[in-house]
Structure formats: C-alpha cells, structure tokens
C-alpha cells in the first residue's frame, strides 16, 4: 500500500549535521502524517518527531527540540529530518513512519507504515 524509504545516514562527528530523507509511493501521501523514530542497540525505539499531513503543524521529543527540523514536499513525496548538532546520543536507526491520519502523534502505535530504517552514526 505504502512503501517509505529512507536515505541520508551516515558516521559524522559530534558538532555536524545530517539531512535524512524519506521517500512515500502513492498519490495520497499528503493525507499521512510522517513520523520519525529512532532505535539504538538494545534500547527500545523512542519518537523524534512528527509533522501533519500539510505540513502545518511539528511535534518534537524534548531531546532534539532546537536541533532537529521536520519538512515534506508533498509535491515529491518526501518527507526530511534535518539534524543539527549531532551528539554520540544521537546514535541509532532512524525510521520514518506514515500514520492514516492527518495530525501528527508521537505514539509508535498509530503508525500504519514503516521505511527499512538507515543508520546514524554520531562518533567523539
């Protein structure tokens, strides 16, 4: 139904910045939320961010808050995660997320589609 791909990660120092993106199939992408999430080694997956089907409305975990923006282009069906000032604690697999809904939400839960993930490296 959707399919999300993610792009962009990499091994970067602390201070840097990264740019991911996410690339949705399907004509109703604008009708999806997007989300972001992350999953370090042995640590449950947390929320990064959210934004609204518009692109009108952003929601951002405490952790990247002034650091991490949140974009889409519905026109190219993309969704980006920019990344500012990287920090080692920034480490993990980044996974974008798309959820039936046009409001955003930082529950895992909601989310109907998930990309493959692509690997954040933040080294000291």
């Known amino acids: 139904q959707v399919q999300l791909v993610e792009s962009g990660g990499g091994l970067v120092q602390v201070g840097d910045s990264l740019r991911l993106s996410c690339a949705a199939s399907?004509?109703?992408?604008?009708?999806?939320?997007m989300g972001w999430f992350r999953q370090a080694p042995g640590k449950e997956r947390e929320f990064v961010g959210a934004?609204?089907?518009?692109?009108?409305?952003?929601n951002y975990a405490d952790s990247v808050k002034g650091r991490f923006t949140i974009s889409r282009d519905n026109a190219k069906l993309t969704v980006y995660l920019q990344m500012n000032s990287l920090k080692p604690e920034d480490t993990a697999v980044y996974s974008c997320?798309?959820?039936?809904?046009?409001?955003?939400?930082?529950?895992?839960?909601?989310?109907?589609?998930w990309g493959q993930g692509t690997q954040v490296t933040v080294s000291s």
């Open positions: 997320a798309a959820a039936s809904r046009l409001g955003a939400s930082m529950f895992a839960s909601l989310y109907d589609y």
């Open positions: 934004i609204s089907g518009s692109g009108g409305s952003t």
């Open positions: 399907g004509r109703t992408f604008s009708r999806y939320a």
